[in-house]
């Protein structure tokens, strides 16, 4: 059965799609099959894997609010075993059309399960929101990843995250758990960087994963290529340090065995 993880923060620009991309890109260059679904309305994890948001004709919209099956929407990338189901500007009005539905914070688990056992990891990038269709793919998930940028205001708002992930677990999801905090756009040459490190440690301890995103130039321009960065440039520190990160998942969810040593050294 395929592990459904959720990347969520509802604070904008901390490299929660960046991560998506990435991460998934990692995993599926790591032999994992993987599927990527877009739940944000902005569509940039649909654009940022090569596809024409214009062009797009069904959605994860269809899945959630016309019951289409998942499987007519399913998308093959350019990465080898990495498939994505798009976004679409529709799924801003989802919210409004699923407000009537029968277990309306549901509605995505269903559609996931549907083909959960077909894939080794499933991703959602969920849109900077707390709304319905977040609220939605944390109850269709198995854990989150919570990304924090390594900038002033990095910790705010994440108590009402963790507050609103409480309430999931408490009412709709019980299994939910915290897959762990990535530090992301980490510059070591910057105090504040340095600071925003050591409050999230003490903060989290041993939830926040080892690997750390550093910032790199390669790995903001890839997105305008319509590629992850393993494509765009696969020796860059940014495509290094998703590699990391998707070893560590890979090793957090015993898929693998990985010794220290043969960690990537950024």
Do not use: W
């Amino acid at each position: 059965m395929g592990k459904i993880i959720a990347l969520a923060n509802q604070k904008g620009g901390v490299g929660k799609t960046t991560t998506a991309i990435n991460l998934a890109a990692s995993l599926a260059v790591l032999e994992q099959k993987v599927l990527l679904i877009d739940a944000d309305p902005q569509a940039n994890a649909t654009s940022g894997v090569g596809l024409d948001i214009r062009t797009v004709k069904s959605s994860i919209y269809d899945c959630v609010v016309e019951n289409m099956d998942p499987r007519e929407i399913i998308v093959e990338t350019d990465v080898d075993r990495l498939s994505i189901i798009p976004s679409h500007i529709d799924l801003v009005g989802a919210e409004i059309e699923m407000l009537n539905l029968p277990n309306r914070e549901k509605v995505l688990k269903t559609v996931l399960e549907q083909i959960r056992d077909e894939y080794d990891f499933i991703l959602i990038d969920c849109s900077p929101s707390l709304g319905l269709i977040t609220v939605n793919a944390l109850t269709a998930a198995d854990s989150v990843v919570i990304p924090v940028q390594c900038e002033y205001f990095a910790l705010e708002g994440l108590g009402k995250l963790l507050n609103t992930i409480k309430i999931i677990q408490n009412r709709l999801n019980p299994e939910l758990e915290i897959e762990g905090f990535l530090l992301t756009m980490y510059d070591a040459r910057l105090n504040l960087s340095n600071q925003v490190y050591d409050e999230v440690h003490r903060h989290f301890q041993e939830m926040v994963f080892d690997t750390i995103i550093q910032r790199n130039i390669r790995l903001s321009e890839a997105p305008s290529y319509g590629k992850p960065v393993l494509l765009y440039d696969a020796s860059s520190k940014g495509a290094v340090n998703y590699l990391n990160l998707a070893r560590e998942v890979l090793k957090k969810n015993n898929k693998h065995q990985l010794k220290e040593e043969q960690k990537v050294k950024a």
